[in-house]
């Protein structure tokens, strides 16, 4: 009976070593993806995250000439009348309003589609002071819809005509809502 207990603890003491190299193997496998998963992680996150900021931009648009259903080049701007509306932060600092705006482009197309390019200047309130977001832009549209892509600023957009029908009276004057978001 002896010898058959110095059998069995003998081979219990050798399954307990293979079973506690397993499980130090596998506390090593898996400290070591953690550390790689760490470091990965490390590598990937910037320094500091980028601000958003949503923002709804409402203004009227004068055209010149008239936009009509013949293709032409047209200039815009919105006389310096305009709202830029802004949820979030931008750099590192909280929007607390509304703010001015201006814009100024040319466009190439019709009333039913076009394409062009703008500058616009947009104040917008912070906690810290008025950051001010100033950039050209392009943009598309078809119909009284579009969308516009700057380096910092973009989104779509929409337009009411407000002065001409484009059929029997060139358009004039346009209200612009476009929604987009600002990173810095």
């Known amino acids: 009976m002896r010898e058959a207990a110095d059998v069995m603890f003998r081979k219990m003491a050798v399954f307990n070593a293979q079973a506690a190299k397993g499980l130090v193997g596998w506390k090593m496998k898996c400290l070591f ?3 790689m998963l760490a470091g990965v ?3 990937v996150a910037p320094a500091h995250a980028a601000d958003t900021a949503a923002c709804i931009v409402s203004h009227p648009l004068t055209l010149s000439p008239g936009l009509t259903l013949t293709p032409g080049q047209h200039g815009f701007t919105n ?4 709202t830029v509306n802004c ?3 931008l750099h590192g600092h909280q929007i607390v309003g509304s703010g001015p705006l201006t814009e100024v482009g040319n466009l190439t197309g019709t009333c039913l589609q076009g394409t062009g390019s703008a500058e616009i200047r947009m104040r917008i309130p912070t906690d810290a002071g008025t950051v001010v977001v100033s950039e050209k832009y392009t943009f598309q549209y078809v119909g009284i819809v579009g969308t516009f892509s700057g380096p910092v ?6 337009f009411l005509p407000q002065s001409g029908d484009c059929l029997l009276i060139p358009l004039t004057q346009v209200a612009v809502l476009a929604q987009g978001t600002i990173t810095s």
């Open 41 to 43: 992680f490390v590598i």
């Open 79 to 82: 006389n310096s009348v305009g």
């Open 33 to 35: 993806v953690a550390l």
């Open 87 to 89: 949820l979030g932060s």
């Open 153 to 158: 600023f973009s989104g779509a957009f929409e």
